[in-house]
């Protein structure tokens, strides 16, 4: 069934939430749900860091713990929180809730709200000030459903060389959800934005000290006015058809299609119209990329102040493997199913092709469901090694508006828009 969008009944999304006459503080999502939670994954050995030269494993490597709600996931840092999620989560489409990554900017993040206090205010440059409770925001406005990717920023960091600072994810600062909400475009409509406005600021729940000295105790984000992706941006709150984990931003957050996580804020409670530019430390000087192709720059040219920067907005294209994930020995002569996904920023993935031999050839994937423009793409090829060796398998991916993965590196100060080809070792041998 084509998920591009879906629309619930306010009655079905009300008994879904659990809603009447109580003030929930997400405390009935509290331990992540054991009918949901794939295999967890092996004990391994853990390495402290990987470098100088860039990490060789899929994942990053930290220390596997359990937050509320979660299952086992992989600890970057613990102030502020980010989790990634292991390898083995991305063998379907959608990403299970608790086993999705988390990612906050701040040490102050909320742990509970009362939903009986809070509300989602539209304030600022517009003709009528509005707040809206939690069953508001679902019984006033007709409910829409939109498959998207949130994908991290620094996702893939730990691949860059000459390493850069920011937390060394892997791949796995990213995931899929079907999400449930109302949308923003309505919001602002109802609110009516005045002449003269020329951006929306979105500022959530958490706090803190942020870098010092740069006024960035708060987490603000903006998008223009003007920006087509608004008619697109969802309020979201269902997940997967269940309440946000509070640390993926219970009770609402903005889904923002085809751009990095940055501009999908968690615990959403004010949505902001301003008539003058948006100037904030994670506007001006944090999340801004290389005004060059592919964001690409060099540490020499950074040096030498040569780099003029824009703001981090879309995610290229990009595919992986996910099995098999080359931790186990394969037999030669033995017909192995490759699976895995892949998505774009920018329009949906409408080819997949695997090389076995370098990239000198391809041959073309089989492509799962279609879930809409902005979806993981599910994929499998079939693949037989003839002869006991070891392979370097590389997948690449091309959307619908002709984006191909290049198979380049990139840099940039930041860690941002890696999306290079993607190789897994596999060792295939003799038959025992």
């Not at 998920?3 to 503080?25: D, W």
């Not at 102030?79 to 701040?106: D, G, I, K, M, S």
């Not at 992986?320 to 949906?348: C, E, W």
Request: proline share 9%.
């Amino acid at each position: 069934m084509r998920a591009t969008e879906r629309c619930l009944s306010r009655r079905g999304l009300l008994k879904i939430l659990g809603m009447a006459g109580s003030g929930i503080a997400a405390s009935r999502w509290l331990a992540p749900d054991p009918t949901m939670a794939q295999q967890l994954p092996p004990e391994k050995t853990i390495e402290p860091f990987t470098g100088p030269g860039a990490n060789p494993h899929w994942n990053s490597v930290g220390p596997y713990i359990t937050e509320p709600q979660k299952v086992p996931l992989i600890l970057l840092t613990d102030r502020p929180v980010q989790l990634e999620t292991p390898r083995h989560y991305f063998r379907t489409a959608f990403t299970p809730n608790e086993a999705f990554y988390v990612r906050w900017h701040l040490e102050g993040i909320p742990n509970a709200v009362d939903l009986k206090e809070w509300k989602l205010q539209i304030e600022g440059n517009v003709n009528k000030p509005l707040a809206f409770s939690l069953p508001e925001l679902i019984q006033k406005f007709k409910p829409i459903s939109l498959a998207a990717v949130n994908q991290c920023s620094g996702n893939s960091r730990s691949r860059l060389l000459p390493r850069v600072p920011g937390g060394q994810w892997g791949n796995g600062s990213m995931g899929n959800a079907m999400w449930t909400g109302v949308r923003l475009r309505e919001l602002l409509d109802l609110a009516g934005v005045k002449s003269g406005s020329l951006q929306v600021q979105f500022q959530g729940l958490e706090t803190g000290q942020g870098p010092a000295g740069l006024g960035s105790n708060l987490f603000l984000k903006s998008l223009d006015l003007k920006n087509p992706v608004l008619d697109e941006c969802v309020v979201a709150y269902l997940m997967n058809g269940e309440p946000l984990p509070m640390l993926n931003g219970f009770p609402v957050r903005l889904v923002v299609p085809g751009y990095f996580a940055t501009y999908w804020t968690k615990c959403l409670t004010w949505i902001r119209v301003l008539n003058m530019p948006d100037e904030n430390f994670w506007m001006k000087t944090g999340y801004r990329v290389p005004d060059t192709p592919r964001g690409n720059t060099t540490p020499e040219d950074l040096k030498a102040g040569k780099v003029k920067t824009i703001p981090l907005e879309r995610f290229p294209v990009r595919s992986f493997l996910i099995s098999p994930d080359g931790s186990s020995k394969i037999p030669a002569g033995m017909n192995v199913t490759l699976r895995g996904i892949a998505f774009s920023g920018f329009a949906a993935v409408n080819r997949v092709e695997v090389s076995d031999d370098g990239g000198k050839n391809w041959m073309a994937a089989k492509l799962g469901e279609n879930h809409g423009a902005y979806s993981f793409r599910t994929w499998e090829a079939s693949w037989i090694a003839k002869s006991p060796g070891r392979y370097s398998l590389a997948v690449r991916a091309t959307d619908e508006k002709s984006n191909t993965q290049p198979d380049e590196p990139v840099w940039n100060p930041g860690g941002y828009l890696w999306n290079r080809i993607e190789r897994q070792e596999i060792v295939v041998g003799n038959a025992s």
